[in-house]
């Protein structure tokens, strides 16, 4: 029959209570059971307290954080232990240089006929007429550089020797061709449509 006043529980806890002090026996019982609750509590409470809770699926922000890797570096091998080698590999790009060959025979004979025009400039002869004749072995950018030559100033009036490579390349060559007014030093490129004269120096001698 359920307790139904405060009065009966009271009697309930003090029948409770004053079991243990009945009898040296008792006493021991109710020691050793409240040490094992004790010890019950202490091995379930922690586990408790340090189990994490998952990460609600249902919340972006710490599903997010949970799936981030740990920024802690690895730790690194202790002395005596085996070492982790790294190799570096470093892709090295060929020379933008061009490889020096023999020279084309078609470049010294354009600097030939270059330098037979260039030192080509009777009494008279305008700056338009002295340049027709060295269009076809000039390139078309370097002609307007040469309408600032007076034909007039020309020092040379004829060759002295066979033109001379004194570098070349595949695509240019460079050349000397002597004259009774000094060596010219000629470049010559290779245009696509043939071999033309792209600059020139004259060298006193």
Known sequence: MPIRTNRGRAAVYR??????LRSPKHL????????????????VLPGLVGRKSAPDPRNPVAAAASAVP?????????????????TQTRI????????????????????RKWVEKWVTHPSGITNAEWLEGLRPYT??????????????????????GEPKAVR???????????????????TVIDTGAGWRVANYEQQEG
């Open 168 to 186: 070349s390349f595949p695509k240019s060559v460079e050349a000397e061709v002597p004259t009774d007014g000094g060596t010219l030093k000629l």
């Open 92 to 111: 090295t790009a060929p020379p933008n240089t061009p490889t020096s060959v023999a020279p084309a025979p078609q470049a010294l004979e354009t600097a």
């Open 139 to 160: 390139t078309e950018e370097y002609l307007p550089v040469m309408r600032s030559v007076d034909p007039a100033n020309v020092p040379a009036s004829r060759l002295t």
């Open 15 to 20: 029948k409770l209570w004053g079991w243990p």
């Open 28 to 43: 021991a019982v109710a020691a050793v059971i409240g040490v094992l609750v004790v010890v019950a509590i202490g091995a």
């Open 70 to 86: 740990s920024a802690t570096p690895a730790p690194l091998p202790e002395s005596g232990g085996p070492t982790a080698t790294i």
